[in-house]
Structures are given as C-alpha cells and as structure tokens.
C-alpha cells in the first residue's frame, strides 16, 4: 500500500505563486510515476504534470507548460509541485497519484494510490 498526503494548498492573487507538496509512504516503488491532477466541481480530473522517480522524465499539460514545475526528493519521499504566473483558471483541487503506469496518456484511471486532494484557489 502507498499513502500520500498533499498539502500547500491555499488563496493567493493571479500571479502569485504556491508550492504543493505531496508526502509518499508504504511501498514507493524506484519505478513509480508520480503524478498531480487538479479537478473543479462539475469537470473532469485532468492531468497537470508527471515525473518518473527513477529517471527524473517529467511531462506537463500544456495549459501549465513554463509556469509549474514537478520535482522529487527521493530521499524523503516527497513530491513538489511549484506554481507559478497563478491564474483564476487554475483554481481546483489539486490531487498527487502515484502508480507503475508506463505510458504517456496519464489519465487519472491508470494510477491506484491517491491523495485526499488540497484546494487551490486564486483571485482576480
């Protein structure tokens, strides 16, 4: 079993900046794929950025592309999500799933393990 926690959700003005963290425990395995999904009320879950543990790869939507930024730190388990050039847009929760997923079509029906989600909201 893998747990996750997510947390540095909040309110912040367009522009602004936040960093997400997701805390992994259980069974991380090296060739997992940690993922972050955000969701509004009445929409879909939708991807927003992937990384690899074991290379480092990283994949982005591309709504996101060069404001946000996914890392890891191994050591401790953790994943990072930095969010930048904050947009009303993207205010949602914001979920961290973790899986062996391979492929590059992330979709949230691929990943097994799931946080509780953190809100993110940013004002006009």
């Known amino acids: 079993q893998v747990q996750l926690v997510e947390s540095g959700g909040g309110l912040v003005q367009a522009g602004g900046s936040l960093r997400l963290s997701c805390a992994a425990s259980g069974r991380t395995f090296s060739s997992f794929v940690m993922v972050w999904f955000r969701q509004v009320p009445g929409k879909e879950r939708e991807f927003v950025a992937a990384?690899?543990?074991?290379?480092?790869?990283?994949s982005y939507a591309d709504s996101v592309k060069g404001r946000f930024t996914i890392s890891t730190d191994n050591a401790k388990n953790m994943v990072y999500l930095q969010m930048n050039s904050l947009k009303p847009v993207d205010t949602a929760v914001y979920y961290c799933?973790?899986?062996?997923?391979?492929?590059?079509?992330?979709?949230?029906?691929?990943?097994?393990?799931w946080g509780q989600g953190t809100q993110v909201t940013v004002s006009s």
């Open positions: 799933a973790a899986g062996a997923y391979s492929g590059s079509y992330y979709q949230p029906y691929h990943f097994d393990y």
């Open positions: 990384i690899r543990r074991n290379s480092g790869s990283t």
